[in-house]
């Protein structure tokens, strides 16, 4: 019986894995209580799955989940999670942003019988301006527009009970947004606070594109208000061009003033063109999620295991 399993995503992090190993270890070895470090490689082009396959042989507790390909940090938690053995999973960056140390608080919470656990940031060390920002914003962006509770400035940093983790094991949604999920599953939560470090080598996995569609999973996964916001805009829009109309109507009948040139015309067209495209827009995003998950692809293609016997899916409590 394996008691804590601490699932850590890796994409091209060959300068900290050392690091984050030794640190990690030593921080579950004051538990005093059996674990397993959770090593998923999400494709990474540099020498991380090397690194980690070497941490297997030296190290009985690493177990190392290699996939085919970049799948995104998202899937790869989701991996760890669905191999993980432990009574509690804990999910950390590798990056030593999110200090190993904390873990130990939020054992001692997951101790008083807390189910979810996850770590809110009280300050980002050595993050841009850019990326705390847009971050900051979008947290509280996405506490206005779900009617789940999400919490603001909480990233995927937490532990949560084996039973929180069958119910995500059970959802088969493919875009996925793992920290709004556990908050969706409920349980009992509770959060501890912690200063965000900086990276301890490399840099940022998350470039912009990833960022936005992060963010994009996010709300479209939490919230239908887009589709909302699309809607009213068209009814108002289509209100106000009917009054035109009729505005337009009446110089034409009871007026001598011909309606002047085609200019205006255009713009209005062009102007209502624009509109439409950004609806149908909106809606694209979300037709292409239906289409992602009635595609039924499995989440992830999985090349190599070590030290990882073969596990069932769990389906929903
Ligand atoms: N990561 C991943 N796949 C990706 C991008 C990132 O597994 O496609 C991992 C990465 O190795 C790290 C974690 O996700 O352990 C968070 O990434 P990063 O620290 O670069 O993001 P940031 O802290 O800058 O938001
Ligand atoms: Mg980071």
Partial sequence: MIKYSVVVPLFNEEE???????????????????????????????????????????????????????????????????????????????????????????????????????????????ETFFKKATASMFYRLLRKMTSVEIPVDTGDFRLIDRKVCDVLKGLTEKNR??????????????????????????????????????????????????????SYLGLSLSFFSFIYLLIVLYQKVFTSTTITGWSSILAVNLFFNGII??????????????????KGRPLYIVSETIGIKRQERVEVL
């Fill in 277 to 294: 495209l950004v609806i149908l827009g909106v809606m694209g995003e979300y037709i292409g999620r239906v289409y992602d998950e009635a």
């Fill in 16 to 126: 900290v894995l050392e690091e984050t190993y030794k640190r990690l270890t030593a921080v579950m070895r004051q538990t005093n209580e059996s674990y397993e470090l959770v090593f998923v490689n999400d494709g990474s082009r540099d020498r991380t799955a090397e690194i980690a396959s070497g941490l297997c042989q030296r190290d009985r507790c690493v177990k190392f989940i290699q996939f085919s390909r970049n799948f995104g940090h998202q899937i790869a938690i989701s991996a760890g999670m669905d191999y993980a053995a432990g009574q509690a999973i804990i999910v950390i960056d590798a990056d030593l942003q999110d200090p190993p140390e904390v873990i130990l608080e939020m054992i001692q919470e997951w101790k008083n019988g807390y189910d979810v656990v996850y770590g809110k940031r009280l300050v980002r060390k050595g």
């Fill in 177 to 230: 947004f793992v920290r709004g999920l556990v908050s969706w599953a409920g349980f009992r939560q509770k959060s501890v606070e912690y200063v965000r470090e900086e990276r301890w080598a490399g840099e940022t996995k998350y470039p912009l594109r990833k960022m936005i569609r992060f963010a994009l999973d996010g709300i479209t996964s939490f919230s239908h208000k887009p589709l909302k916001v699309a």
